[in-house]
């Protein structure tokens, strides 16, 4: 199947600092090389600790901040701002954002109904059925249009005020939402609700997900795929059971075995990351992982590793040797030859 988004060595570079002449001084390598596929129908989870680049990835992916240099495709239209591409504002009537902060998204001075019908009027559509479609919106996410559409976001609990978000996405009737962190500051009970609703409203208007979260069980719940981010860069991704079942790379391990054992009497093996990530001013040479890796080499700070597959669509940086039962041992994915690796 082909795939429905399509993102190819995406690239951010922030400066900061200027000398005499107004040039940067240094930048911070945000995110570097990123590239996936996200098929029809499917929800991509995203994670990584804070900083590796997950919402840098989403704002890039809506040009709400301008890429350096990558390529992002929608059924084979390539969309930006360089020439020759299909305009920025069409991407949007495709693919829609739900942000962390549901407070900070909406418009204080609109109320409910007016901050849905909003997107779809300066798409073209007239105001009499932008409302009435802001009403079915607030209706198929769980909030009575006679209660709310009147309301001001202050009037609204933190799960509603995201529900609202949701319809305001939906609004414009796109074929790809991007959830960034959008459940994480609701309460465990609310955050089910909101969880089941995305999973409804997927099946219902045919969407593709793209799901961003720190909370590993959450993403596991929700996911077709996962993507694993360290330091602006993907080093892991694949089905979510695979990666689940069988992570390959040492921070991806890293990062399931610290998720709490959900079976009471159950162990872990934990895996202690030591230290902080790098400088993403001054990333490490070669393998960015490699200054917390217990499994590091030396070619590890010279080269950087390939991203080859693993099994099927599961693909990783460097990956355990099969049977290797300690799971300790690694191989250079550069070669054949099979030379210990991170």
Known sequence: MSALLRVQDLKKHFPIGKDLFGRPTQVVHAVESVSFEVEKGRTLGIVGESGCGKSTTARLLMHLIEPDEGRISIRGKEFGNIGGRHPVAQLR????????????????????????????QIHGVSETLARQQARDLLDRVGLNPSVFIRRYPHELSGGQRQRVNIARALAIKPEIVILD????????SVQAQVLNLLSDLKKEFELTYLFISHDLNVVQYISDDVMVMYLGQVVESGPVAQLYENPAHPYTRALLNSVPAQTPGQSKNYIVLEGDPPNPIAPPKGCRFHPRCQFAKAICAEKEPDTVKVSGSHKAACFKLPGSADHQTYIRLQEVSHEPRC
């Not at 962390?100 to 109904?113: C, F, G, H, K, V």
């Not at 962190?181 to 465990?188: F, G, N, P, Q, R």
């Open 93 to 120: 009537r495709q693919m829609q954002m739900v942000f962390q902060d549901s407070y900070a998204s909406l418009n204080p001075r609109l109320t409910i109904e007016d901050s849905i019908a909003f997107g779809p």
């Open 181 to 188: 962190e959008a459940v994480s500051a609701l309460d465990k």
